[in-house]
């Protein structure tokens, strides 16, 4: 099939807004009450801390004590502001290999009560956080940290069965050294977090297929209103308030570009405006509903001109190259071999190559994440593909001083045969518009 990038050229007309009308809520593009009651979040939870405690076994660890606000949803389900915790680390949980998940929260306990911490199926206990970061502690730090130190210890001791060894993922110096000091080896807990998480259960696959779905609702709305004048800014709003509007939460990296903004890749959205018969290219990095990411990307041309016949050559490559990848992937399958039989990236786009050529996607990007087998022996390892992980397949196609670049990604899940399509929004070799 010859691959045909998006022509958007027909003219859609201006948009006209009356300021004296009242704000309407935007139109939600699926019944999301409908779809979150076809999840069982009691199984979803205690799936994922029974995951996570078979893995910290593995590792021979007696507990983990995490701090990352993704770490803490995915081994009790809870969120309480957590792009705020990930640079103010107010709340943390102590999950034993046997014992009492202790989950300290931060705020008052009517706060707690009211974000419904206590009626949690995977949460023993709720405490109060006892923060020691300097925003909340100032020049108490060292007081406070002995204080959090001391009920970590305390749990320790009583829950370990005589292990000291202690799955840690952020801890400043000062309060680590208080728990080496206490006798306790530390350990870095993302390997058993990220391992634990590689494969999927039922009812993550629903949340992922979910968010993917809202995703898609967001895609479709910013090629419609895709048209000369608009910002990029103003562009990937609309993936926000779609997101937010379906019940997500949060969008990772505001890489949204157009014109010469596309090359090279990684350049985060401007005030730019958008001009007739540029490329516009853009990755979701969308965590949705239940904190599960959609990880895609996509590449248009902005209507009042027709696709030039660079830009349609760069887009069949870039589709190329995701749909080759995609074909190789099946259960049982090694890190290495696939390195080796991934689709052959041209001379002439090497030096500008996307980072990687897949990765694992959950709460957030995860592993594994796959060096270009030209960067394996600095960056690469082996593993193997199974059933149920959940993968973004990437590429950018662009040259070192090319005008623009290509962004697509394709989020699949891995079955028994091979890769299944999560997205229904298409690439756009499915469209004439």
Not at 221 to 237: F, H, K, S, V
Not at 287 to 304: F, H, Q, T
Request: hydrophobic fraction near 40%.
């Amino acid at each position: 099939m010859m691959a045909r990038i998006l022509d958007t050229a027909r003219d859609r007309g201006p948009v006209e807004e009356d300021s004296t009308a009242p704000l309407e809520p935007m139109p939600l593009g699926l019944d999301i009450e409908a779809r979150r009651a076809e999840i069982d979040e009691r199984k979803l939870g205690l799936d994922r801390l029974a995951k996570l405690r078979a893995e910290l076994a593995k590792f021979d660890y007696a507990a983990a004590l995490l701090s990352d606000p993704i770490n803490i949803r995915y081994a009790t389900g809870s969120r309480n502001m957590a792009v705020w915790t990930m640079h103010a680390p107010g709340r943390y949980v102590f999950v034993p290999v046997d014992g009492p998940v202790v989950l300290f929260e931060y705020g008052t306990p009517v706060q707690m009560e009211a974000q419904g911490v206590f009626n949690l199926a995977t949460v023993d206990e709720v405490r109060p956080a006892r923060p020691w970061f300097f925003f909340d502690s100032g020049p108490r730090v060292a007081e406070k940290v002995q204080w959090w130190a001391t009920e970590v210890i305390s749990l320790m001791r009583q829950h370990s069965g005589g292990n000291n060894r202690l799955a840690v993922d952020r801890c400043e110096p000062w309060g680590a050294q208080l728990l080496i000091d206490a006798g306790f080896r530390l350990f870095d807990a993302q390997a058993p977090m990220e391992l634990g998480r590689a494969v999927k259960t039922s009812e993550e696959l629903k949340c992922l297929q979910l968010s993917v779905d809202v995703a898609d609702i967001g895609i479709s709305r910013m090629r419609r209103a895709l048209r000369p004048g608009i910002t990029e800014n103003q562009l990937y709003a609309i993936l926000h308030e779609t997101n937010v509007a379906h019940d997500g939460e949060w969008v990772e990296c505001k890489l949204l570009t157009s014109g010469e903004r596309t090359n090279p890749w990684f350049q985060e959205c401007s005030n730019r405006v958008i001009q007739p018969g540029d490329i516009v290219a853009f990755d979701t990095d969308m965590v949705g509903p239940y904190g599960y990411l959609a990880d895609l990307s996509r590449s248009w041309v902005c209507p009042g001109r027709k696709p030039t016949a660079e830009q349609r050559r760069l887009y069949e490559i870039a589709q190329e190259q995701v749909l080759f990848n995609m074909d190789l992937l099946k259960p049982g399958l090694s890190f290495q071999e696939f390195a080796d039989r991934c689709w052959h990236i041209p001379e002439e786009f090497i030096p500008n190559r996307y980072a990687m050529t897949l990765h694992g996607s959950g709460m957030v990007d995860e592993y594994p994440n796959l060096a270009h087998v030209v960067d394996w022996e600095a960056k690469g390892y082996d593993g193997i593909f199974e059933e149920n992980m959940v993968l973004s397949v990437e590429s950018y196609i662009g040259e070192v001083g090319g005008k623009e670049g290509v962004k697509l990604e394709q989020q699949v899940r891995i079955t028994a045969t091979g890769a299944e399509l999560m997205s229904s929004e298409p690439f756009v070799d499915a469209l004439e518009i």
